[in-house]
């Protein structure tokens, strides 16, 4: 299996523009999770779904972030308008009981200047 | 709310040394412990984790750690450490619902 596939991994845009983070999890996972990463707050959930249906969002920082889950194989995390202190690493991970054994992607590092 | 302590924030080691990287958990009836293991400019992977049954779970390269529920510790140890090794260590914890809450993390620096 190729694993978790994010993508782009690196991306740096200016601040009041749209960024868009995707995802596909590994075959047959139906649990997804959307991490942050940063300096000062480590690892953050920021939301996950299970079978395409988003069950927590509460660590979704502000309206400015959302979250998608179109299909089975599909996610986008979404930046509207972003701001520098969204820079961070975006992890995309997913699981499948049982087991409880999450896998994640290699990260999206986001710059925004 | 749940929270991992992740006492040391660096660790300075020399190859061959053991290292212990020390974990704390917030008590609860049920646990899921997980070590992530992360690499320069890559992501998480899993080293080993606790669900149940034996309280000393090993990982394939050599690490092992104990679950201590009167401690509440999950400290994770290799006898002889490589330079290959140096990383960044994540202890985390669940509960029923997949949600990991993650410690602050330990970088391992094995030098020669």
């Known amino acids: 299996d190729a694993g978790v596939i994010q993508s782009p991994r690196h991306e740096v845009t200016e601040m009041g523009q749209e960024v868009t983070l995707r995802c596909k999890p590994i075959s047959g996972h139906d649990y997804l999770f959307w991490y942050r990463q940063t300096m000062m707050r480590g690892l953050e959930l920021l939301i996950y779904?299970?079978?395409?249906?988003?069950?927590?969002d509460s660590g979704m920082p502000e309206d400015r972030f959302s979250a998608k889950m179109p299909n089975a194989s599909f996610s986008t995390l979404k930046i509207q308008p972003s701001e520098p202190r969204d820079s961070a690493v975006y992890f995309c991970?997913?699981?499948?009981?049982?087991?409880?054994?999450?896998?994640f992607g290699e990260g999206s590092w986001l710059t925004v200047v | 709310a749940q929270s991992v302590t992740q006492l040391d924030s660096q660790v300075p080691v020399f190859e061959e040394a053991p290292v212990e990287l020390r974990c704390n958990y917030s008590?609860?009836?049920?646990?899921?412990l997980f070590w992530y293991v992360q690499y320069p400019n890559q992501g998480l992977q899993l080293l080993l984790k606790y669900l149940s049954g034996s309280t000393l779970v090993e990982s394939i390269n050599g690490f092992e750690a104990e679950f201590n529920k009167s401690q509440t510790s999950f400290h994770l140890r290799k006898p002889s450490v490589h330079i290959s090794d140096t990383a960044e260590y994540f202890c985390?914890?669940?509960?029923?619902?997949?949600?990991?809450?993650f410690g602050a993390g330990t970088t391992v620096t094995v030098r020669a």
């Open positions: 985390a914890q669940s509960l029923n619902d997949y949600k990991l809450s």
């Open positions: 779904f299970n079978n395409n249906v988003p069950i927590d």
């Open positions: 008590s609860s009836v049920s646990v899921y």
């Open positions: 991970a997913s699981t499948s009981p049982p087991g409880n054994t999450i896998y």
